[in-house]
């Protein structure tokens, strides 16, 4: 069925601090229901950053607590009244919001009028996302909430049709995430998470060490030293395990000739991406694949 009670969402955000002790808690009325997007139904998901996402349509009672979230959670809200309370405290969250928790924050969300509607996306930890996350949880005001909420219903039509309908609806999807991400960005500048996630975004590129070390402004030998520091790997091995990393989300979700996957992940060709991937895997990217079918 697409159209379930819901099982899952991670929600939100601040106002002052407070003791409060935390639990993996769900309650969730009998009203309550959710159209789920996930990778299964749309392999094009994890290809523009989004780990999950889904459609809530919520009716009292519905109480959820989560600890040590592993994602970070965007909620855009277009009907009723939510509550978040975190180790910040309690904060509203209304119509025409986007709410932002950071992967790792402990929250308690519950509805908080007769009715709430609105969207949920769960992103992962990429150094992209990671770039634009803010410190703590936050709801902001956003005129996109229910552009949103529409788009993910466009997506969920979308699902048995072909795959270029699919990608166009999540290229937009991702154009409105990091709009309003960037919107309120932390203003003081890590150059080095930027410019892997630089990297991140367009892994197809020849990246070397001195075209990271160019945007940054540091020498290599700098940049080497900063990595080792902060990372506890090379430059070189960063980039490499960015593209093993995309190269396994791709494998595991979409049914894409490796050709492809090689000339998308920056590879020369599709020999170079095998001999590289089985051996920081430990198997070939066909053996990969095959435990995820």
């Given at each position: 069925?697409?159209?379930?009670?819901?099982?899952?969402?991670?929600?939100?955000?601040?106002?002052?601090?407070?003791?409060?002790k935390?639990?993996n808690?769900?309650?969730?009325g009998?009203?309550?229901?959710?159209i789920?997007?996930?990778?299964?139904?749309?392999?094009?998901?994890?290809?523009?950053?989004?780990?999950?996402?889904?459609?809530?349509?919520?009716?009292?009672?519905?109480?959820?607590?989560?600890?040590?979230?592993?994602?970070?959670?965007?909620?855009?809200?277009?009907?009723?009244?939510?509550?978040?309370?975190t180790?910040?405290?309690?904060?509203?969250?209304?119509?025409?919001?986007?709410?932002?928790?950071?992967?790792?924050?402990?929250?308690?969300?519950e509805?908080?009028?007769?009715?709430?509607?609105?969207?949920?996306?769960?992103?992962p930890?990429?150094?992209?996302?990671?770039?634009l996350?803010?410190?703590?949880?936050?709801?902001?005001?956003?005129?996109?909430?229910?552009?949103?909420?529409?788009?993910?219903?466009?997506?969920?039509?979308?699902?048995?049709?072909?795959?270029?309908?699919?990608?166009?609806?999540?290229?937009?999807?991702?154009?409105?995430?990091e709009?309003?991400?960037?919107?309120?960005?932390p203003?003081?500048?890590?150059?080095?998470?930027?410019?892997?996630?630089?990297?991140?975004?367009?892994?197809?590129?020849?990246?070397?060490?001195?075209?990271?070390?160019?945007?940054?402004?540091?020498?290599?030998?700098?940049?080497?030293?900063?990595?080792?520091?902060?990372?506890?790997?090379?430059?070189?091995?960063?980039?490499?395990?960015?593209?093993?990393?995309?190269?396994?989300?791709?494998?595991?979700h979409?049914?894409?000739?490796?050709?492809?996957?090689?000339?998308?992940?920056?590879?020369?060709?599709?020999?170079?991406?095998?001999?590289?991937?089985?051996?920081?895997?430990?198997?070939?990217?066909?053996?990969?694949?095959?435990?995820?079918?």
């Amino acid at each position: 069925m697409r159209r379930t009670m819901i099982g899952m969402l991670i929600p939100i955000i601040l106002c002052s601090p407070m003791s409060f002790k935390f639990t993996n808690r769900l309650e969730i009325g009998k009203d309550c229901f959710e159209i789920f997007l996930t990778s299964d139904a749309f392999p094009e998901m994890p290809v523009y950053g989004v780990h999950m996402a889904g459609i809530a349509h919520l009716k009292p009672p519905y109480v959820v607590e989560r600890v040590d979230p592993t994602v970070h959670t965007l909620l855009f809200s277009s009907k009723g009244l939510g509550k978040l309370t975190t180790a910040a405290g309690v904060s509203m969250i209304t119509p025409e919001t986007m709410t932002v928790v950071p992967a790792h924050t402990d929250v308690r969300f519950e509805i908080d009028s007769d009715q709430w509607d609105m969207c949920w996306i769960l992103l992962p930890t990429s150094l992209h996302w990671n770039a634009l996350m803010p410190r703590i949880g936050e709801v902001r005001a956003t005129s996109q909430a229910m552009n949103i909420f529409y788009l993910s219903h466009v997506i969920d039509q979308e699902r048995h049709l072909e795959r270029d309908f699919r990608e166009h609806s999540f290229a937009q999807l991702a154009r409105y995430i990091e709009f309003n991400l960037r919107e309120k960005a932390p203003k003081q500048e890590d150059r080095l998470t930027a410019a892997f996630a630089q990297v991140e975004q367009s892994l197809h590129k020849g990246w070397t060490v001195a075209d990271v070390a160019s945007l940054t402004y540091y020498s290599e030998p700098h940049l080497y030293r900063l990595c080792k520091e902060r990372f506890g790997k090379s430059p070189k091995q960063i980039i490499r395990d960015l593209r093993i990393d995309r190269a396994k989300q791709l494998l595991e979700h979409t049914d894409w000739p490796l050709a492809e996957l090689a000339g998308r992940l920056g590879f020369s060709d599709q020999f170079n991406f095998s001999n590289r991937f089985k051996k920081q895997v430990g198997i070939s990217p066909v053996a990969y694949r095959q435990q995820f079918l």
